[in-house]
């Protein structure tokens, strides 16, 4: 059964309430992103709290820079099964953007964050078309035609606005 997550903007703060974490006092951007609407295939390790005064503390400020880590060593792997694959790489600018202030570095994770689902997503995708040639040849067309069906989705495709693909 798929978690269920209650969403809800709060005029008088401006800020989004996400329950799904487990915690109702702390969210991760796996949920913010699910409840956008957005096909999310990276699982998060990190989370944060809700109340705004935690915002700027120097816990939050040391989540922000471990999940950095997490997320820059991360994308290298994606980077080199993306080259051996010999598949488009996305660009990856996020490593260029400053992250010296904690909004700057907040700037830069939502920045990788973006970066590693789209290659994810293409590393997805070349997985399935390997599936379904794979069922091509061993006479699985049903199998074949579904996952075809899955690739034609728009949801599962890569955005082009950030790929070097020209």
Known sequence: MKPVFRVSWCQAYGFLYVNGSGNPQLYRPHDVFIAMGRCWVLEDEFSYPINLNLQNSAYIHNTMRQEWAWLFREQQ???????????????????????????KLRKALNRIREENNRMKICLNRYQTQVEIRESVEGGWYEHAQFMQSLLADPIYQSDVEMSDEE
């Open 77 to 103: 792997m994606f980077y080199d099964e993306l080259v051996g694959f010999k598949l488009p790489v996305p660009r990856r600018l996020a490593s260029q953007m400053p992250r010296d202030m904690i909004d």
